[in-house]
Protein backbone atom coordinates (compact mmCIF):
# COMPACT_ATOMS: atom_id res chain seq x y z
CA UNK A 1 0.00 0.00 0.00
CA UNK A 2 2.90 2.36 0.93
CA UNK A 3 4.29 1.18 -2.58
CA UNK A 4 1.08 2.74 -3.96
CA UNK A 5 0.89 5.84 -2.45
CA UNK A 6 4.11 6.32 -3.34
CA UNK A 7 3.85 5.95 -6.99
CA UNK A 8 0.56 7.89 -6.90
CA UNK A 9 3.08 11.11 -5.21
CA UNK A 10 5.28 10.87 -8.29
CA UNK A 11 2.39 11.02 -10.45
CA UNK A 12 0.80 14.04 -8.88
CA UNK A 13 5.04 15.76 -8.63
CA UNK A 14 5.52 15.18 -12.36
CA UNK A 15 2.53 16.81 -13.13
CA UNK A 16 3.18 18.93 -11.23
CA UNK A 17 6.70 20.00 -12.42
CA UNK A 18 5.76 20.81 -16.05
CA UNK A 19 2.77 22.91 -15.13
CA UNK A 20 4.36 25.10 -12.55
CA UNK A 21 7.28 25.70 -15.20
CA UNK A 22 4.72 26.98 -17.59
CA UNK A 23 3.29 29.16 -14.69
CA UNK A 24 6.93 30.89 -14.04
CA UNK A 25 7.60 31.34 -17.41
CA UNK A 26 4.68 33.45 -18.74
CA UNK A 27 4.41 37.37 -18.00
CA UNK A 28 2.59 38.94 -14.97
CA UNK A 29 -0.20 39.66 -18.05
CA UNK A 30 -0.65 35.95 -18.88
CA UNK A 31 -3.70 34.40 -17.94
CA UNK A 32 -2.68 31.56 -15.61
CA UNK A 33 -6.15 29.58 -16.09
CA UNK A 34 -5.50 30.14 -19.87
CA UNK A 35 -1.76 28.73 -19.16
CA UNK A 36 -3.18 25.53 -17.38
CA UNK A 37 -5.63 24.94 -19.94
CA UNK A 38 -3.25 25.02 -22.90
CA UNK A 39 -0.94 22.29 -20.74
CA UNK A 40 -4.09 20.20 -20.29
CA UNK A 41 -5.11 20.01 -24.17
CA UNK A 42 -1.17 19.16 -24.87
CA UNK A 43 -1.19 16.40 -21.47
CA UNK A 44 -4.74 15.24 -23.75
CA UNK A 45 -3.15 14.64 -27.31
CA UNK A 46 -0.82 12.04 -29.29
CA UNK A 47 2.42 13.40 -29.94
CA UNK A 48 5.52 12.47 -31.97
CA UNK A 49 8.08 12.74 -29.51
CA UNK A 50 8.12 11.34 -25.57
CA UNK A 51 8.24 14.27 -23.63
CA UNK A 52 8.19 13.14 -19.78
CA UNK A 53 8.04 16.89 -18.36
CA UNK A 54 10.17 20.48 -19.61
CA UNK A 55 12.19 23.25 -17.74
CA UNK A 56 13.16 26.51 -18.29
CA UNK A 57 16.85 26.61 -18.15
CA UNK A 58 19.26 29.73 -17.08
CA UNK A 59 19.64 30.80 -20.51
CA UNK A 60 16.17 31.07 -20.75
CA UNK A 61 15.70 28.68 -23.23
CA UNK A 62 12.67 25.83 -23.06
CA UNK A 63 14.36 22.29 -22.43
CA UNK A 64 12.17 19.47 -22.99
CA UNK A 65 13.69 15.98 -21.09
CA UNK A 66 12.75 12.79 -23.12
CA UNK A 67 13.43 11.34 -26.51
CA UNK A 68 12.91 11.23 -30.02
CA UNK A 69 10.54 8.86 -31.87
CA UNK A 70 10.47 7.95 -34.94
CA UNK A 71 8.17 9.89 -38.02
CA UNK A 72 7.53 7.93 -41.21
CA UNK A 73 5.57 10.05 -43.84
CA UNK A 74 4.84 9.31 -47.84
CA UNK A 75 4.89 12.23 -49.64
CA UNK A 76 5.88 11.53 -53.37
CA UNK A 77 8.23 8.87 -52.12
CA UNK A 78 9.10 7.54 -48.05
CA UNK A 79 10.28 9.88 -45.61
CA UNK A 80 12.19 9.15 -42.34
CA UNK A 81 13.76 10.79 -39.42
CA UNK A 82 13.92 11.10 -35.74
CA UNK A 83 11.01 13.71 -34.45
CA UNK A 84 14.05 15.31 -32.92
CA UNK A 85 14.74 17.10 -36.12
CA UNK A 86 11.29 19.14 -35.34
CA UNK A 87 12.72 20.94 -31.90
CA UNK A 88 9.26 20.49 -30.66
CA UNK A 89 7.83 22.25 -33.78
CA UNK A 90 10.42 25.34 -33.65
CA UNK A 91 12.52 23.90 -36.78
CA UNK A 92 11.85 23.02 -40.30
CA UNK A 93 13.11 19.36 -41.35
CA UNK A 94 14.25 18.88 -45.09
CA UNK A 95 14.18 15.28 -46.58
CA UNK A 96 14.65 14.51 -50.14
CA UNK A 97 13.89 17.75 -51.55
CA UNK A 98 10.63 18.68 -49.71
CA UNK A 99 10.31 20.79 -46.13
CA UNK A 100 8.02 19.30 -43.08
CA UNK A 101 6.85 21.06 -40.45
CA UNK A 102 5.35 19.88 -37.13
CA UNK A 103 2.32 22.18 -36.42
CA UNK A 104 -0.23 21.96 -33.72
CA UNK A 105 0.66 18.43 -33.03
CA UNK A 106 0.75 17.63 -36.94
CA UNK A 107 2.67 17.58 -39.43
CA UNK A 108 2.40 19.96 -42.51
CA UNK A 109 4.61 20.02 -46.22
CA UNK A 110 6.29 23.63 -46.15
CA UNK A 111 8.40 25.63 -47.53
CA UNK A 112 12.38 26.28 -46.29
CA UNK A 113 10.81 29.32 -44.20
CA UNK A 114 8.19 26.82 -42.60
CA UNK A 115 5.63 29.16 -44.02
CA UNK A 116 1.59 27.84 -42.60
CA UNK A 117 -0.66 29.19 -44.97
CA UNK A 118 -4.41 29.65 -43.10
CA UNK A 119 -7.71 30.34 -44.91
CA UNK A 120 -11.09 32.86 -43.04
CA UNK A 121 -11.14 30.76 -39.77
CA UNK A 122 -7.67 30.26 -39.47
CA UNK A 123 -7.43 26.78 -39.92
CA UNK A 124 -3.90 25.38 -41.84
CA UNK A 125 -4.38 24.74 -45.47
CA UNK A 126 -0.90 23.21 -46.43
CA UNK A 127 -0.79 19.82 -47.62
CA UNK A 128 -0.27 17.12 -45.00
CA UNK A 129 1.48 14.00 -45.85
CA UNK A 130 0.10 10.57 -45.42
CA UNK A 131 1.77 10.53 -41.87
CA UNK A 132 2.68 6.72 -40.61
CA UNK A 133 5.12 7.81 -37.65
CA UNK A 134 5.56 6.12 -34.67
CA UNK A 135 3.60 8.42 -31.98
CA UNK A 136 3.85 8.59 -28.73
CA UNK A 137 0.47 6.38 -28.14
CA UNK A 138 1.63 3.65 -30.57
CA UNK A 139 4.79 3.12 -28.75
CA UNK A 140 2.64 2.50 -25.91
CA UNK A 141 0.62 0.04 -27.48
CA UNK A 142 3.89 -1.83 -29.14
CA UNK A 143 4.96 -1.73 -25.49
CA UNK A 144 2.05 -3.05 -23.91
CA UNK A 145 1.16 -5.84 -27.04
CA UNK A 146 5.23 -6.81 -26.20
CA UNK A 147 4.42 -7.10 -22.17
CA UNK A 148 1.44 -9.12 -23.08
CA UNK A 149 3.27 -11.25 -24.84
CA UNK A 150 5.65 -11.82 -22.38
CA UNK A 151 3.82 -12.07 -19.23
CA UNK A 152 1.39 -14.91 -20.85
CA UNK A 153 3.84 -16.72 -22.78
CA UNK A 154 5.39 -16.94 -19.47
CA UNK A 155 1.91 -18.25 -17.74
CA UNK A 156 1.15 -20.78 -20.53
CA UNK A 157 4.86 -22.22 -20.29
CA UNK A 158 4.64 -22.71 -16.42
CA UNK A 159 1.24 -24.85 -17.30
CA UNK A 160 3.09 -27.20 -19.22
CA UNK A 161 5.94 -27.28 -16.99
CA UNK A 162 4.17 -27.62 -13.68
CA UNK A 163 0.83 -29.30 -15.36
CA UNK A 164 -1.43 -26.59 -15.48
CA UNK A 165 -0.25 -24.86 -11.92
CA UNK A 166 0.96 -21.47 -12.45
CA UNK A 167 4.68 -20.06 -11.21
CA UNK A 168 5.32 -16.49 -10.59
CA UNK A 169 3.36 -13.75 -11.55
CA UNK A 170 1.19 -16.16 -13.38
CA UNK A 171 -0.56 -16.78 -9.90
CA UNK A 172 -1.43 -13.32 -10.07
CA UNK A 173 -2.78 -13.61 -13.04
CA UNK A 174 -4.46 -16.92 -13.69
CA UNK A 175 -7.67 -15.92 -11.38
CA UNK A 176 -8.00 -13.41 -13.35
CA UNK A 177 -8.12 -15.25 -16.51
CA UNK A 178 -10.30 -17.90 -14.58
CA UNK A 179 -12.60 -15.40 -13.64
CA UNK A 180 -13.09 -13.37 -17.28
CA UNK A 181 -14.27 -17.65 -18.60
CA UNK A 182 -16.23 -18.82 -15.88
CA UNK A 183 -17.85 -15.21 -15.16
CA UNK A 184 -18.21 -13.62 -17.74
CA UNK A 185 -18.02 -15.76 -21.10
CA UNK A 186 -19.51 -18.69 -19.91
CA UNK A 187 -22.74 -16.94 -18.61
CA UNK A 188 -23.35 -14.59 -21.47
CA UNK A 189 -21.79 -16.56 -24.87
CA UNK A 190 -22.76 -20.11 -23.65
CA UNK A 191 -21.11 -23.58 -23.06
CA UNK A 192 -20.58 -24.29 -26.25
CA UNK A 193 -19.24 -21.61 -28.08
CA UNK A 194 -17.77 -19.14 -25.29
CA UNK A 195 -13.90 -20.79 -26.48
CA UNK A 196 -13.70 -19.46 -29.61
CA UNK A 197 -14.32 -15.76 -28.50
CA UNK A 198 -12.07 -16.14 -25.14
CA UNK A 199 -8.75 -15.15 -27.22
CA UNK A 200 -10.43 -11.74 -27.70
CA UNK A 201 -11.95 -11.23 -24.84
CA UNK A 202 -8.91 -11.81 -22.76
CA UNK A 203 -6.71 -10.15 -25.22
CA UNK A 204 -9.15 -6.90 -24.79
CA UNK A 205 -9.37 -6.81 -21.13
CA UNK A 206 -5.52 -6.99 -20.35
CA UNK A 207 -4.66 -4.72 -23.88
CA UNK A 208 -7.11 -2.10 -21.76
CA UNK A 209 -6.23 -2.15 -18.33
CA UNK A 210 -2.73 -2.16 -18.98
CA UNK A 211 -2.78 1.20 -21.31
CA UNK A 212 -5.26 2.33 -18.18
CA UNK A 213 -2.93 1.74 -16.18
CA UNK A 214 -0.13 3.25 -17.63
CA UNK A 215 -2.31 6.39 -17.88
CA UNK A 216 -1.66 6.74 -14.52
CA UNK A 217 2.20 6.76 -14.80
CA UNK A 218 4.76 9.35 -14.50
CA UNK A 219 4.82 8.49 -18.08
CA UNK A 220 1.99 10.71 -19.14
CA UNK A 221 0.80 8.66 -22.18
CA UNK A 222 -2.70 9.02 -22.74
CA UNK A 223 -3.94 6.23 -24.78
CA UNK A 224 -7.45 5.26 -24.02
CA UNK A 225 -8.37 8.66 -24.01
CA UNK A 226 -7.96 8.91 -27.54
CA UNK A 227 -11.34 8.32 -29.93
CA UNK A 228 -9.03 6.45 -32.73
CA UNK A 229 -7.88 3.75 -30.11
CA UNK A 230 -10.94 3.16 -28.44
CA UNK A 231 -12.75 3.24 -32.04
CA UNK A 232 -10.43 0.64 -33.37
CA UNK A 233 -11.31 -1.89 -30.63
CA UNK A 234 -15.23 -1.07 -30.58
CA UNK A 235 -14.86 -1.81 -34.17
CA UNK A 236 -13.26 -5.44 -33.51
CA UNK A 237 -15.97 -5.99 -31.47
CA UNK A 238 -18.50 -4.90 -33.99
CA UNK A 239 -16.88 -7.18 -36.78
CA UNK A 240 -16.69 -10.10 -34.41
CA UNK A 241 -20.37 -9.82 -33.68
CA UNK A 242 -21.90 -9.86 -36.87
CA UNK A 243 -19.51 -12.25 -39.02
CA UNK A 244 -19.90 -14.84 -36.40
CA UNK A 245 -23.90 -13.97 -36.03
CA UNK A 246 -26.15 -16.85 -36.60
CA UNK A 247 -29.00 -17.00 -38.95
CA UNK A 248 -30.99 -16.44 -35.60
CA UNK A 249 -29.28 -13.57 -34.52
CA UNK A 250 -29.88 -12.21 -38.16
CA UNK A 251 -33.66 -13.38 -38.25
CA UNK A 252 -34.10 -11.43 -34.88
CA UNK A 253 -33.08 -8.73 -36.52
CA UNK A 254 -35.23 -8.55 -39.51
CA UNK A 255 -37.82 -10.31 -38.19
CA UNK A 256 -38.08 -9.76 -34.55
CA UNK A 257 -41.98 -10.85 -33.77
CA UNK A 258 -40.78 -14.16 -35.85
CA UNK A 259 -44.48 -16.05 -36.60
CA UNK A 260 -46.31 -15.02 -33.61
CA UNK A 261 -48.93 -13.07 -36.09
CA UNK A 262 -49.77 -13.10 -39.93
CA UNK A 263 -47.33 -10.73 -41.73
CA UNK A 264 -49.97 -8.85 -42.59
CA UNK A 265 -50.40 -7.40 -38.95
CA UNK A 266 -46.65 -7.21 -38.87
CA UNK A 267 -45.90 -4.95 -41.53
CA UNK A 268 -46.55 -1.38 -39.39
CA UNK A 269 -44.79 -2.98 -36.84
CA UNK A 270 -41.89 -3.56 -38.69
CA UNK A 271 -41.71 -0.67 -40.37
CA UNK A 272 -40.99 1.00 -36.95
CA UNK A 273 -38.89 -2.38 -35.39
CA UNK A 274 -36.67 -3.08 -38.25
CA UNK A 275 -35.17 0.38 -38.30
CA UNK A 276 -34.26 0.23 -34.65
CA UNK A 277 -32.64 -3.16 -34.52
CA UNK A 278 -30.61 -2.18 -37.68
CA UNK A 279 -29.97 0.88 -35.56
CA UNK A 280 -29.11 -0.89 -32.54
CA UNK A 281 -25.99 -3.44 -34.57
CA UNK A 282 -24.07 0.06 -34.89
CA UNK A 283 -25.49 1.77 -31.60
CA UNK A 284 -24.03 -0.96 -29.80
CA UNK A 285 -19.86 -0.53 -30.51
CA UNK A 286 -20.70 3.59 -30.63
CA UNK A 287 -21.35 2.92 -26.83
CA UNK A 288 -18.10 1.14 -26.35
CA UNK A 289 -15.70 3.53 -28.10
CA UNK A 290 -17.69 6.56 -26.59
CA UNK A 291 -18.00 5.19 -22.80
CA UNK A 292 -14.16 3.96 -22.33
CA UNK A 293 -13.29 7.37 -24.37
CA UNK A 294 -15.13 9.57 -22.20
CA UNK A 295 -14.48 8.20 -18.76
CA UNK A 296 -10.38 7.78 -19.08
CA UNK A 297 -10.56 11.79 -20.80
CA UNK A 298 -12.31 12.78 -18.07
CA UNK A 299 -10.50 11.30 -15.28
CA UNK A 300 -7.49 13.15 -16.89
CA UNK A 301 -9.11 16.30 -17.22
CA UNK A 302 -10.22 16.22 -13.97
CA UNK A 303 -7.12 15.25 -12.14
CA UNK A 304 -5.09 17.62 -13.68
CA UNK A 305 -7.55 20.33 -13.26
CA UNK A 306 -7.36 20.04 -9.75
CA UNK A 307 -3.38 20.28 -10.06
CA UNK A 308 -3.82 23.69 -11.89
CA UNK A 309 -6.03 25.15 -9.25
CA UNK A 310 -2.87 24.79 -7.01
CA UNK A 311 -1.39 27.86 -9.35
CA UNK A 312 -4.47 29.64 -9.39
CA UNK A 313 -5.20 29.73 -5.25
CA UNK A 314 -1.38 30.20 -4.37
CA UNK A 315 -2.27 30.10 -0.62
CA UNK A 316 -1.86 27.35 2.37
CA UNK A 317 -5.90 26.70 2.36
CA UNK A 318 -6.68 26.53 -1.29
CA UNK A 319 -3.40 25.01 -2.72
CA UNK A 320 -3.06 22.04 -0.03
CA UNK A 321 -6.86 21.50 -0.65
CA UNK A 322 -6.47 21.01 -4.35
CA UNK A 323 -3.63 18.86 -4.12
CA UNK A 324 -5.11 16.12 -1.64
CA UNK A 325 -8.18 16.28 -4.33
CA UNK A 326 -6.05 15.36 -6.74
CA UNK A 327 -4.19 12.80 -4.78
CA UNK A 328 -7.84 11.64 -4.03
CA UNK A 329 -8.70 11.34 -7.76
CA UNK A 330 -5.59 9.78 -8.81
CA UNK A 331 -6.33 6.59 -6.16
CA UNK A 332 -9.94 6.36 -7.65
CA UNK A 333 -8.97 6.21 -11.21
CA UNK A 334 -6.94 3.06 -10.14
CA UNK A 335 -10.22 1.30 -10.03
CA UNK A 336 -11.84 3.43 -13.05
CA UNK A 337 -8.95 1.90 -14.72
CA UNK A 338 -9.84 -1.93 -13.88
CA UNK A 339 -13.54 -0.94 -13.89
CA UNK A 340 -13.68 0.17 -17.57
CA UNK A 341 -11.59 -2.75 -19.26
CA UNK A 342 -14.31 -4.85 -17.05
CA UNK A 343 -17.20 -3.36 -18.42
CA UNK A 344 -15.82 -2.91 -22.24
CA UNK A 345 -15.33 -7.00 -22.06
CA UNK A 346 -18.60 -7.61 -20.29
CA UNK A 347 -20.26 -5.62 -22.96
CA UNK A 348 -18.37 -7.16 -26.17
CA UNK A 349 -19.49 -10.86 -24.06
CA UNK A 350 -23.07 -9.59 -24.27
CA UNK A 351 -23.00 -8.72 -28.07
CA UNK A 352 -20.91 -11.93 -28.83
CA UNK A 353 -23.83 -13.96 -26.87
CA UNK A 354 -26.20 -12.13 -28.61
CA UNK A 355 -24.51 -13.22 -32.00
CA UNK A 356 -24.00 -16.70 -31.09
CA UNK A 357 -27.68 -17.44 -29.94
CA UNK A 358 -29.26 -20.68 -31.20
CA UNK A 359 -33.37 -21.39 -30.61
CA UNK A 360 -36.64 -21.68 -31.89
CA UNK A 361 -37.79 -18.18 -33.42
CA UNK A 362 -41.40 -18.58 -32.26
CA UNK A 363 -40.95 -20.64 -28.80
CA UNK A 364 -38.08 -17.37 -27.67
CA UNK A 365 -41.38 -14.83 -28.48
Known amino acids: MQRKILVRLLFIFTLIAPISASAKDGSEGN ?26 GDDGKHHYVGFSLPVILWSDGLHVFASGKFHHGEE ?84 IVLYIRDDIARPNIGEKKYRKYMPFLLTVFFFIWFLNIFGLTPLGVNVTGNIAITTALALLTFLITNFTGTKDYWKHIFDPLGDSMPWIAKIPLYIILIPIEVLGIFIKPFSLLIRLYANMQAGHIVLMSLIGLMFIFKNWIGS ?46
Open 31 to 56: DKKTEIKEYIDHHLKDSHDFSLYSYT
Open 320 to 365: PLSFGLAFAISLIEILVALLQAYIFTMLSALYFGFAAEEHDHAEAH
Open 92 to 175: VVASKGKHFKLYHGKIYETDAAGTINYDEEHHATNVKPLDLSITKSVFMIIITGLLMILLFRGLAKSYLKNNGIPAGIGRFFEP
